[in-house]
């Protein structure tokens, strides 16, 4: 019976990432979409991922908010993700639809970083690569 009470009060942070790089044919820009979905138990109130090429600087950042959660240098295509807040079992979303053509080559990998902010002061960084698909 306790270690039931205590099951059920414990709290877990932790996120589902889904991400496409998509590179239209003939055209002068990719488009970078992020999804993330709330697996845990607690509510996200902030997050922003960022993509890099392959000299690791920063060519897309997608958040929620009023400005990002990590630095990215000015003037990085930007958008916002569709909620601020995320509960447990909710899925958001975001794309970037201006990344320059010369940031990204379709076949080519490009490392990104989520980093997320949970409703009880966690902050957890995810980090991954997406490769760049031409459609």
Wanted: aromatic share 8%.
């Amino acid at each position: 019976y306790v270690s039931g009470m205590f099951s059920s009060m414990s709290t877990s942070q932790d996120v589902n990432i889904q991400t496409t790089l998509t590179i239209p044919p003939g055209a002068s820009y990719g488009s970078w979409t992020v999804s993330v979905k709330d697996t845990g138990t607690v509510a996200i109130t902030g997050m922003t991922a960022v993509l890099y090429n392959s000299s690791n600087d920063a060519i897309a950042v997608i958040y929620t908010g009023s400005s990002p959660l990590i630095t990215v240098p000015a003037n990085t295509p930007s958008d916002a993700l569709t909620v601020s807040t995320v509960s447990p079992g909710q899925t958001v979303s975001g794309s970037v639809l201006n990344i320059n053509s010369s940031n990204v080559i379709a076949g080519s990998s490009y490392n990104y970083q989520l980093v997320v902010k949970f409703a009880n002061g966690v902050q957890k960084t995810y980090t991954g690569a997406v490769t760049a698909e031409s459609y």
